[in-house]
């Protein structure tokens, strides 16, 4: 299939507050949205699934001729739990044909339909949960009953019936009758007929669907998320409550939940494809006629529909326990007669399969398929629940909705609270969320009873997500505000597995089950110059990724990661060029609540030529992931290529596809958890994350010598006394010590001037005979810059004054204080360094344009600065210290700023490094002697 271009949305700063929101890219078809759902797999035999309610209801109360109500397997009849609730219906009644009071209707529109009085309620006093603005839409819709039915004489249509199926079932309206919605409730099947035009020519059968209403709190709770460092809400783990007992949800509690021996989870998503014939609808439509949904199972695209085993991506399941046929567990009526979509006969495999034990042993259905030819065609892993969720950008006026047809239970929340309830086992029945009108927009807020939806006080999102700035001034959902989605779904009834989702939702969140996306990537560098390169995913590397990716390290095979980097030439000229990185260690995932999943690596950058860059990964790198392209599908994707072209220009492209190659070579592919792997690169350049590079994060001191026996320094000392003398007896603030800086030069670290080595640190922190400074230094005497400093060194390059250094290459402040042995103050240094300030030190009054952008000038041939401060031997008055030991308490502070830094590559781009707010804060103990000059 030909790739079309990547969709990837970025998330706005609104949405950080709530655990779940990933800030990341995400990677699907530009035809295409992505969902992410939790998949729990049961073992059939748990007591609130494979009940068949209603034809327990028919066999065993109806009173009919036909009913057998001694006929149904032992382990139904003898299963006191099954049989307790057969017996009370007022409690665990469901609603459909059989046990109409139950339940209500569903109307043609995705709502229930009213009664004739107006009230939406069952015969038996059950109401919906939901707000009632919701319910209000029932009660002002005019629509007719949704029919659900089996259908004959159908046609292909590309759509509907692309298999071109004889036989067909589904909703009437949608395949047999434009007039359906006008039927009334006891209408007998010889009655209806299919108009022309509709795919079926022939009418079946068919039956009212009904829902069973007011089984689930109207209220979603949220917890916070434990990995969140601002305490944001978890919406992947969203607690949905019973409201009541009711349709065989007595372990309700456990369908949403993990819970040990009792389900198994898997995390994947759902995708929802481009409606070619109305392109703002994305779905997905599984359903009788073309399989069903079974997310769990490998099955044929042949048409047969053959069982292949389950998916190997998702071992966490029970496997298939089940057969894709109506078969209830008793002497059914109609057994012979039933057939399946491909027009086959059931019977013989119905009986196998009771003969095995029924729908409730979970061997059965196995055992069964394999003595038939239809089998493999049925085998099915049912008895799922599925909670899916999704963050969605609003957008006003533009009518956009959320629709989900299901067979057995199905509930939609928005912003935590619930807008479409359609409980119990159930013949496919649809509900719709329709965003315009839960904002207010279409009816205004007092159409909604005076809050939009979500923003009612004590609505459970009201406050977490700020409903005080996602509003506009009228009370309605602001144009472009983030809201929540979470549907839940259960398959607990064989039969077909019918689940169809229809969204016009244009902007969803990325997926964090999705495939792996880089969003964030943070290089460091220690004291010694080993990089740490930290990237946050959207999603977890499933094992087989990581033990490949170790396994590589070894021999070096795999670029795993590619940096794309802008270079200058000696003119300033621009250009890009593509780096792999081969990881040499990667940590576990460490899960960082709604920012994602960070990993952390060590590596080598490597260039397409093969050269090794020595200074690694550099600050406004761009990193994304590399692939496997062994069929060329990315390669001969002319408008992706275009897209590149024309950014980064075609050398970059080629540069970026002879990597894939590599990858190829191989031979693995980088996965999620859920089984997704990367197919691609992002949309466009600046989709690829950009490195932030924070170089040390610990501000390390340097200490020049601890010499006691220091040079004479009365002349000095001298000097100082008088000016304290016109300062009113005391040195200003900034007078007690010189103040060096010195811009670091290409050469310093062996041509990484981001690692110094103790001799280059020594080099920058000395002061020269006469107190001269080397070249690229200035020294500050009293506050201003000056040629030379009143430190010195001597014959034997012992200096006058006690020097501590810094790594500097931003604004800071100084402060040092001195004290004696006994703890009486001695004197003190302080000084703040604007940005400015910093700038003239290091590269003078001008700035190199090119190595980081016209924002972030470089300042020297690096950016990167030395600072040393100089305390003189002297007290607050200039005079001499005495012989003796001395306390020196320093703080240094280095303030947030962005700056460039370029290192020794000749084609290293610079750098830009972020200083975060440091305070740093050492206690030195030196002594002091002085000694003659001779």
């Given at each position: 299939?030909?790739?079309d ?36 797999d049961f ?10 309610q ?24 003898t299963?006191?739990t099954?049989?307790?609730r ?44 939901v ?6 839409i029932?009660?002002v819709t ?11 004489d ?9 298999l071109?199926l004889?036989t ?47 089984l689930v709190?109207r ?24 409201k009541?007992?009711g ?7 456990q ?12 995390n994947t ?10 392109p ?16 769990l ?10 069982w292949?085993?389950?998916k190997?991506q ?7 326990q ?13 057994a012979?007669?039933?057939?399946d ?14 003969r ?38 609003y ?25 479409v ?8 029945a ?6 315009d ?8 807020v ?28 009228d ?13 839940f779904?259960?398959d ?41 390169v ?26 795993v ?19 792999g ?7 576990d ?11 952390d ?16 990964i ?7 992931f ?9 390669a ?6 275009a ?6 220009g ?10 894939t ?8 592919d ?15 350049p ?11 994060p610990?501000?390390?001191t340097f ?18 006394t008088e000016?304290?003398?016109?300062n ?14 010195t ?32 070249a690229?230094?200035?020294?500050y005497v ?10 010195f ?15 500097v290459?931003g604004p ?25 300030e ?43 210290i ?15 700023y ?21 305070r ?15």
């Amino acid at each position: 299939m030909k790739l079309d271009r990547f969709k990837r949305i970025s998330l706005t700063a609104m949405m950080f507050g709530l655990a779940g929101v990933v800030s990341s890219f995400a990677v699907v078809e530009d035809n295409q949205r992505e969902l992410d759902i939790v998949v729990r797999d049961f073992d059939v035999g748990h007591p609130d699934f494979e009940n068949f309610q209603e034809e327990a209801y028919y066999s065993i109360f109806s009173g009919k001729d036909d009913a057998k109500p001694s006929s149904w397997l032992a382990t139904y009849s003898t299963d006191p739990t099954w049989t307790g609730r057969r017996s009370n219906y007022g409690k665990y009644g469901c609603g459909n044909t059989q046990t109409p009071d139950y339940g209500l209707p569903v109307g043609t529109e995705g709502y229930p339909k009213a009664n004739a009085d107006g009230s939406v309620m069952t015969k038996s006093g059950a109401v919906s949960t939901v707000p009632d603005y919701i319910t209000a839409i029932s009660r002002v819709t005019n629509q007719g009953y949704a029919w659900y039915g089996e259908f004959k004489d159908c046609s292909y249509d590309a759509k509907l019936n692309p298999l071109s199926l004889k036989t067909m079932r589904g909703l009437v309206s949608e395949l047999c009758s434009d007039a359906s919605s006008t039927w009334a409730a006891n209408m007998a099947d010889s009655k209806k007929e299919c108009t022309a035009g509709k795919v079926c020519k022939g009418h079946s059968w068919s039956q009212i669907v009904y829902v069973t209403p007011g089984l689930v709190e109207r209220n979603l709770q949220f917890v916070k998320d434990p990995n969140d460092p601002n305490g944001g809400l978890d919406m992947y783990s969203p607690i949905i409550s019973a409201k009541r007992e009711g349709c065989d949800n007595q372990y309700f509690s456990q369908w949403y939940a993990d819970v040990d021996n009792v389900n198994l989870r898997t995390n994947t998503t759902l995708i929802l494809d481009q409606d070619p014939s109305d392109p703002k609808y994305f779905e997905i439509d599984k359903n009788w006629n073309n399989g069903g949904y079974f997310p769990l199972d490998s099955i044929s695209d042949d048409g047969e529909f053959t069982w292949l085993g389950p998916k190997p991506q998702y071992p966490n399941q029970y496997g298939a326990q089940s057969l894709s046929i109506f078969c209830p567990p008793y002497e059914y009526r109609y057994a012979k007669d039933q057939t399946d979509f491909k027009g086959s006969n059931t019977a013989e495999l119905c009986n196998a399969w009771k003969r095995n034990g029924g729908p409730k042993v979970g061997a059965a259905a196995y055992q069964a398929a394999a003595t038939s030819e239809i089998g493999l065609r049925h085998l099915r892993n049912y008895g799922f629940t599925m909670m899916g969720y999704a963050a969605f950008k609003y957008k006003k006026g533009a009518g956009e909705v959320f629709e989900f047809t299901g067979d057995d239970d199905m509930w939609i929340y928005v912003d935590g609270v619930l807008v479409v309830d359609l409980g119990g086992t159930h013949l496919a029945a649809a509900g719709k969320a329709d965003m315009d009108y839960l904002s207010g927009q279409k009816f205004g807020v007092a159409g909604l009873g005076g809050f939009a939806h979500g923003c009612w006080p004590g609505d459970p999102l009201e406050q977490a997500d700020s409903c005080s700035i996602k509003l506009d001034a009228d009370g309605t959902w602001k144009d472009g505000s983030w809201h929540h989605i979470h549907f839940f779904y259960a398959d607990r009834q064989t039969d077909g597995s019918n689940l169809r989702i229809r969204s016009s939702l244009s902007e969803l969140a990325p997926s964090r089950y999705g495939q792996p996306s880089v969003s964030k990537s943070v290089v460091t560098t220690d004291s010694t110059g080993k990089q740490t390169v930290s990237v946050t995913l959207n999603t977890t590397l499933d094992e087989s990724s990581l033990i490949n990716i170790r396994n590589a390290a070894a021999t070096g095979t795999a670029p795993v990661l590619l940096v794309m980097r802008t270079v200058y030439d000696s003119t300033g000229a621009s250009s890009t060029k593509v780096y792999g990185y081969y990881i040499t260690s990667i940590s576990d995932g460490i899960n960082l609540g709604p920012s994602g999943i960070q990993y952390d690596m060590e590596g080598i950058l490597v260039d397409a030529d093969g050269n090794v860059m020595t200074s690694g990964i550099s600050g406004n790198d761009k990193i994304a992931f590399n692939f496997r392209d062994p069929e060329n599908e990315i390669a001969n994707d002319e408008e992706l290529k275009a897209a590149y072209v024309s950014t980064v220009g075609l050398d970059a492209w080629n540069q970026m596809i002879s990597w894939t190659k590599k990858m190829d070579a191989a031979g693995f592919d980088i996965k999620s958890s859920s089984g997704k792997k990367v197919i691609g690169f992002p949309d466009t350049p600046s989709d690829w994350s950009v490195t932030q590079f924070v170089g040390n994060p610990n501000v390390e001191t340097f200490v020049l010598d601890k010499n006691i026996d220091r040079p004479e320094f009365d002349k000095q000392a001298a000097v100082l006394t008088e000016v304290a003398k016109n300062n009113s007896g005391e040195l200003p603030a900034d007078f007690t010590a010189d103040l060096i800086i010195t811009s670091i030069p290409t050469s310093a670290g062996n041509g990484n001037p981001l690692v110094l080595s103790n001799e280059d640190k020594s080099s920058f922190s000395k002061a020269g005979a006469n107190g001269t400074v080397g070249a690229g230094s200035v020294a500050y005497v009293g506050g201003k810059a000056s040629a030379s400093s009143m430190c010195f060194s001597d014959e034997s390059g012992v200096e006058s004054c006690t020097s501590i250094s810094y790594p500097v290459s931003g604004p800071f402040r100084l402060n040092v204080r001195v004290f004696d042995h006994m703890g009486h103050f001695v004197s003190q240094y302080q000084k703040r360094m604007s940005a400015d300030e910093i700038h003239k030190a290091l590269g003078g009054e001008t700035a190199k344009l090119g190595a980081c952008g016209e924002e972030y000038p470089l300042y020297g041939s690096t950016g990167l600065g030395w600072m040393t401060i100089k305390m003189y031997p002297v007290s607050q008055s200039g005079r001499m210290i005495a012989t003796g030991p001395y306390i020196y308490q320093v703080t240094f502070i280095q303030e947030d700023y962005k700056y460039c830094v370029k290192g020794g590559d000749a084609d290293e781009a610079g750098q830009i490094k972020t200083n975060t707010y440091k305070r740093t804060s050492d206690t030195y103990r030196f002594g002091y002697r002085r000694h003659k000059n001779k």
